[in-house]
Structure formats: C-alpha cells, structure tokens
C-alpha cells in the first residue's frame, strides 16, 4: 500500500471517467455494501464485490456526474467516507463529481516557501456572500496588496452553513454553502492566473461530533488515546494502515486534483502515532512525491504548540520532513508587550527580550520552564531558518478563542496596530496576516456553529464557558449557535476606503513592497540578524551581501532614544509619519553608527544602509 500511496493513486470513493463510475469503500466491519442510486430512470441497486482486503468495488454505467447516491450498511444509508460532493449537506446523499475542470494554471509551478506571505480567510465571512465565487472578486486587492498565497480555513463538509469548518466530517467534499467542488476549483484557479498559491486547512486529528459516520465503516478511531474531541484517530492500531490510506488520499485529492498548492496540518500535537514510521511522515512522502512528479512544489504546514523542531527537520536529520510550522510563541511574545494581557498562557510571557529572542531563532521556550505548563516546554531549532516558521499578530484561533473575539484593533491603539504590522512583517520569517487585520477591521471574530442537534448545541455552550477559565474575562460568551454571532463576524471591507483604516492598508502595502525588494528582508536565514532588546525598544538589524536592514521598534508609551547601529543609514519607512496618520516623525532621515534618533511612542522606523 505504500508504495502504492507515494505514487500517487486516489481511488477511494465514486471516480468518474469515459462514462463509466466505479465505487470503492473500506469497510471491513460489513460483509456486503450496496450502493444505492437516484438515476434518471429511477433508484438504481448494485452490490459492490468484497474483497479479502476489506475494500468494496464496483462500477456501472448508470452513475453520470451528478447523480445522488448512498452505501447500504446492514439497511442504515450513509453517505460515502470519501464523497466529493454532498450537495444537501452532510446527512444527505453522496454526489459523483466530473473529475475534469477546465484548468488555465497548466504552466503554474508553484512558489517558494521562502516568498510564502500567507492571508488567512474564512470563506463564509470573508465576503457577503460568503461562497467560494465571493472570495474570487476579492483577489485583484489581494494581489495588489502583495500577498503571495491565500489560506483557506477547513472547507470540507460540515454540520449546517455556519461553522469554523473544525467541525468537518465529509472530508473530501468542498462544503455545499461554499460552492462544492466547483467553486473550490476556479478559486484556486483564480489564484493561480494571478500568482497566487492556496493554502488549504486540513484537519486529520478529528472529525466533527455530526455526521461522523466512519464508525459504521471500520475501525478509524481508537480508544487506546483520548484528545480533547474524544477517540483518537487510529492511525497505529489494527487497521491502520487502511486509516492512513484514507487520510493520505484525502490530501492527494486536495493536492492533486484541485490543484491547492499548500496544506495547514491542524493541531498535529493531537495526533498521537507511536508507529515507527509515523503517519505525518507518509503524509510528507506521499504529497512531497506527488509535487516533484507534477513539477510543482507543494508544502505541509503542520500546526504545532509543542515547540518541536522536529516536525520541520529533514527525515535525514531526524525529523518528519514537514516544511514550515506556525509558531505560536511569536504571537504571545508580541501580544503580551503590545496589550499587556498575562492570562492563560500569556503568562510566560510580558517582557520584550522574549520578542528578540522569537526573532533570532523562532521559539521563545526551546526546553526553558514554562510557568503555565509547570514544566520544561521546547526544544532547540537551532540549524532552522526562519521560512521554516508561520508568524503573526493575529490569526483565527488568537482572534476567535477570546471570549467576545476582539481583533487587535478592538484592544490596542492605531500606533500599537502599525507597530503590531512592523514586526510581524520585517520579522525573518514567513508572516501569516487574518483577514481584514491589514486595514483594522472592528468586527469581532467570534465562534459559531449550525449543529442541528440540541444536545450538540448545548454542549458547545457549555464548552466555550470551560475553555476561559484561565482568563480574567468575566463576560458570557456570545452564543455560538445563534446567527447574529455568525453575522457580527462578517468583514466589512469598505473601511479600507476611510481615514486610519486607509493608510493602515497603504501601511501594509508598502511593508509587504519593501519585505519583497529590500535583498535583506528577503533574506530569511536566521544567521544574518542581530535582535536585541533595551528597555521599551526593540531593535532587528539584518543583512545580505550588499546590503543591511535595521528595524527600530518602541514600545514605550512616550518617545524613546535608540543609538544607530555602525554604518551609514537612510531612513525608508517611519510608521509616525503623517502618510501613516502619524502624529509625525522624529527620527533622522540619515544617521550614522554612534548617532541618536528619536522614536515617538508606540512607533517603529525602518533604515537600510548606506553604500
């Protein structure tokens, strides 16, 4: 099977092609599946033929794209584990999906991690629409804006219209509110006639508490392991191998046949693999052989809060061979000096030398005492270059895990939120922004979820009052069940037009402009900076051959003095600016090593050197 999975193949659920469909299922816990079918002339019945292997086949010629369909389990329907389209929704029937699209990307290769500067968006609230086809008529900005690769939150078919999309259980099937396959396709499309990558979030740690009928079909849980969604995928036990096929295939199909350039690994701490060989290094195979035989470099992106270098680190060197991971530490040390907050797990952090320490080598805690955790926390990446770390200021889970879902912009003042932009964006690494962030959006991000069940419902509620027990925030959570919180969580991008809200936008352009063409900040090797904190003020000094880059941020709440680092300088960037609705500038437009310059509060400058 290996061997197999490392070439490529996807065949699990209905394949269309030259008129004819075939069907294949693992279900080892049923000794007959029927498929059962809405044609044209009526309900169609074929019984597929069992295998030793637990796998279920057939073909006929009567399933056209389009056509509904279900497995018969011992008289229960189910929609297919692997269906590419449940047209009305995840209760009901499957739908066979035409595997050609009319691509226009044939000669698109992909792009470097290294010029990766990621936008993350949710689908449903990113446009009024909330579809797909809303997010296309957004990408001109996108691009003008210089992102280089768009990441999408999960897709895959969820409970309802409304949901983060954690909660997926069709993991094949482009949610049908979205747009399904279809619109999942030209939107990648899209990208790509544009230069654009697509980064896809993928959740293979769980499966959504509705809907999730892979229970009837064979042994795809454990209960050997326990996460905080329950039974623990079965990704070492008996049957496992079949398990891993399952989830391999899904990401092939992502990669492959739509075409998505990047997968974000959802929380891969939870997923607990004590297989020699473990799953997120067949994962890593199989997708990283797939690109090399297409032509097209294609990354994995696990999401991690174990501070572990390994899940980045070449095979040969030990480690999993992933290619770059977010990195939370980044975020809290910036969050803490810019609001202040030491709850929860804040509470490590609050003092501005854990910032330059995030700069020179991506974890604050690489194997120091962690006070929230009460133990040690890390280990060193040490030998790693900053395109192997995901940073930012904001992003779904910092903004939406709060009680009321308050962006930076709700918390902050507008200086802090161009110094927030400053450091995230002249960082040595690969920086992530959250929808709406680059022009202060005021709607909150916040929770929600359109679970049919009652009991389901509750439950959430009672799950997001739990969750904020380490913090100091007294308010009711809003009720994710309800619309309203859905709707308050919708983008209004005509702010981008007004006052601050514009230059904060032409503030991130402009950033994103120089990160492009300034050779130093597009250097990403953690061996050519210096970042040192004094005081309030944080200084991030890099370079390249030919030239250097120096970043002077304050976070002081009054002016600060910074002393210029040897060599000429010219100032290119001064975020208290009038242009950036500053309230002007103070520091030299030339100095040189030895000189002073003076910082207003809350202010960052930006200097490269002078030949």
């Known amino acids: 099977m290996r061997e197999t999975l490392i070439r490529g193949s996807r065949t699990l659920g209905a394949r269309y092609e030259d008129g004819r469909t ?6 080892p816990l049923q000794e007959m599946v029927k498929v059962c079918m809405e044609t044209e002339a009526g309900v169609r019945e074929i019984w597929l033929e069992p295998g030793g292997d637990g796998y279920h086949r057939g073909d006929t010629t009567s399933a056209s794209p389009g056509t509904r369909y279900t497995y018969h389990l011992d008289g229960e329907e189910r929609p297919d584990p692997a269906s590419r389209w449940q047209p009305e929704g995840i209760h009901g029937p499957s739908a ?11 000669d ?18 990113f446009s009024q629409e909330g579809t797909f086809d809303g997010v296309i008529s957004y990408l001109d900005y996108l691009d003008e804006l210089g992102v280089t690769a768009i990441e999408l939150m999960p897709v895959a078919q969820f409970p309802g219209a409304r949901n983060w999309g954690y909660d997926g259980v069709g993991l094949y099937a482009a949610q049908n509110t979205y747009g399904g396959p279809d619109g999942l396709r030209r939107l990648v499309d899209e990208c790509h006639r544009r230069g654009l990558a697509v980064v896809l979030d993928v959740v293979y740690n769980h499966l959504g508490p509705e809907g999730n009928y892979l229970r009837d079909f064979g042994p795809y849980f454990t209960d050997r392991y326990h996460t905080p969604w329950g039974d623990a995928v079965n990704y070492d036990g008996p049957g496992s191998d079949n398990v891993r096929r399952f989830f391999i295939e899904n990401a092939l199909y992502w990669t492959i046949d739509c075409h998505v350039d990047a997968l974000r690994l959802d929380a891969v701490h939870a997923i607990i693999d004590y297989f020699a060989y473990t799953f997120l290094e067949e994962l890593g195979e199989a997708v990283h052989g797939a690109g090399e035989r297409l032509g097209r470099a294609i990354h994995l992106m696990p999401e991690t809060d174990l501070n572990d270098p390994r899940f980045v680190r070449p095979r040969r060197q030990g480690g999993y061979g992933l290619d770059a991971q977010w990195n939370d530490d980044f975020h809290h040390a910036l969050h803490s000096a810019l609001t202040g907050e030491r709850d929860g797990y804040y509470s490590d952090f609050g003092r501005l030398e854990q910032m330059a320490t995030a700069m020179r080598r991506g974890y604050v805690l690489a194997g120091e005492y962690s006070g929230y955790r009460q133990r040690r926390h890390g280990s060193s990446p040490d030998g790693l270059d900053g395109e192997k ?4 200021a904001q992003n779904h889970d910092q903004v939406g895990n709060r009680m009321l879902g308050e962006r930076l912009s709700a918390l902050i003042s507008f200086e802090s939120q161009k110094l927030a932009a400053g450091v995230t964006l002249l960082s040595p690494f690969i920086p992530l922004l959250f929808m709406g962030e680059e ?7 916040q929770y929600f979820v359109d679970h049919e069940e009652t009991d389901l419902r509750d439950a959430v509620r009672s799950g997001r009052r739990a969750e904020f027990a380490s913090f100091a925030w007294n308010e009711e959570p809003p009720d994710p069940a309800a619309p309203e919180t859905f709707e308050r969580s919708r983008l209004n991008h005509s702010l981008r037009e007004r006052g601050p809200h514009r230059a904060l936008v032409n503030l991130y352009r402009e950033l994103l402009r120089l990160r492009r063409e300034t050779p130093a900040l597009a250097n990403l090797k953690l061996s050519c900076l210096e970042a040192e904190a004094l005081g309030e003020l944080l200084t991030l000094r890099r370079w390249v051959d030919g030239g250097q880059a120096l970043a002077i941020f304050n976070f002081a709440e009054g ?11 010219r100032k290119v960037l001064d975020s208290a600016d009038g242009e950036w609705e500053g309230a002007g500038a103070t520091a030299a437009d030339e100095a040189a090593g030895g000189d002073t310059v003076r910082l207003p509060a809350r202010s960052f400058a930006l200097y490269t050197s002078v030949a």
């Open 22 to 27: 075939s069907f294949k299922v693992w279900a």
């Open 96 to 106: 066979v999906v035409d595997p050609h699209f009319d691509w226009s990307d044939h």
């Open 108 to 125: 698109w290769r992909g792009i470097d991690l290294s010029e990766y500067v990621i936008y993350e968006l949710h689908v449903g609230t």
């Open 389 to 392: 770390f995901i940073v930012c």
């Open 439 to 445: 022009y202060g959006e005021t709607a909150p991000f």
């Open 559 to 569: 002016e600060a003095v910074a002393d210029m680092a040897a060599g000429r300088w």
